[in-house]
């Protein structure tokens, strides 16, 4: 059973910092390209950014480029979004994905696979 599990949500003020982790789980991890997408309150859930099976390629939307980096381990089987710079339309409940690694990286929901339960990241002004 794939099992992929978001930590390190939080309420924060502008400017600041914060680290969100997903553990993976019951999947070969290295066999996986993995993204972050967000939703806030009353939106459809967007693209944030995604990172390819062996690390070596990422990509972001345009409202977070500069701002956050996404990372992986795949010894620990972990995908890290370290957000910096925040503003309060960052506030939104952040998913962690996995979809099998095609040749390139994918921006839209349904292509991929698994989800996680997500976790609220809250930017106060």
């Known amino acids: 059973q794939v099992q992929l599990v978001e930590s390190g949500g939080g309420l924060v003020q502008a400017g600041g910092s914060l680290r969100l982790s997903c553990a993976a789980s019951?999947?070969?991890?290295?066999?996986?390209?993995m993204a972050w997408f967000r939703q806030a309150p009353g939106n459809e859930r967007t693209f944030v950014a995604a990172i390819t099976w062996s690390g070596g390629t990422t990509h972001y939307a345009d409202s977070v480029k500069g701002r956050f980096t996404i990372s992986r381990d795949n010894a620990k089987n972990t995908v890290n979004l370290q957000k910096n710079s925040q503003k309060p339309e960052d506030t939104a409940v952040y998913y962690c994905?996995?979809?099998?690694?095609?040749?390139?990286?994918?921006?839209?929901?349904?292509?991929?696979?698994?989800w996680g339960q997500g976790t609220q990241v809250t930017v106060s002004s």
């Open positions: 019951g999947l070969t991890f290295e066999s996986y390209d």
């Open positions: 994905a996995a979809g099998l690694r095609r040749s390139r990286l994918r921006i839209r929901e349904y292509e991929y696979d698994y």
